[in-house]
C-alpha cells in the first residue's frame, strides 16, 4: 500500500481555479491507478476522476467534464487535480485515492476500487 496526503484546498470564488496535489510515500508509485473523490456534508462520496498507473487513460466524472484535468508525476510521486470554473456546488472535502493497477481508468470509478485513501482537504467555493 501506499500513504497518500493531499494539499492545496482552500477558499475561492465561483470561477476561479485551484490545483489539488497528493503526494504518495511507499513503494511502486508508478504501478498504482489513482483517484479524486469527493464528499459534501451529508452526501456520499463520490467520483471526480480517475487516472490509470501509466497515465495513458483518464476517466471523470460529468460533473466536472471540461472544467476538471487528472494529471501524475510518477517522479515526484504525486498525483493532481486542476480544477477550474469552481461552482459552488463543487465544495466538499476531496479525496485522493490509490490501487495497484488496472490498465485503465475507467475501471476505477467507485471507492471500493481503491485501497488506500488519504485524509481529505476542503475545498470551499463561494457565489
Known amino acids: 500500500q501506499v500513504q497518500l496526503v493531499e494539499s492545496g484546498g482552500g477558499l475561492v470564488q465561483a470561477g476561479g481555479s485551484l490545483r489539488l496535489s497528493c503526494a504518495a510515500s511507499?513503494?511502486?508509485?508508478?504501478?498504482?491507478?489513482l483517484g479524486w473523490f469527493r464528499q459534501a456534508p451529508g452526501k456520499e462520496r463520490e467520483f471526480v476522476a480517475a487516472?490509470?498507473?501509466?497515465?495513458?487513460?483518464?476517466h471523470y466524472a460529468d460533473s466536472v467534464k471540461g472544467r476538471f484535468t487528472i494529471s501524475r508525476d510518477n517522479a515526484k510521486s504525486t498525483v493532481y487535480l486542476q480544477m477550474s470554473s469552481l461552482k459552488p456546488e463543487d465544495t466538499a472535502v476531496y479525496y485522493c485515492a490509490a490501487e495497484r493497477g488496472p490498465a485503465t481508468a475507467q475501471a476505477l470509478s467507485v471507492p471500493g476500487d481503491f485501497g488506500s485513501w488519504g485524509q481529505g482537504t476542503q475545498v470551499t467555493v463561494s457565489s
Open positions: 511507499g513503494r511502486a508509485f508508478s504501478s498504482y491507478g
Open positions: 487516472i490509470s498507473w501509466s497515465g495513458g487513460s483518464t
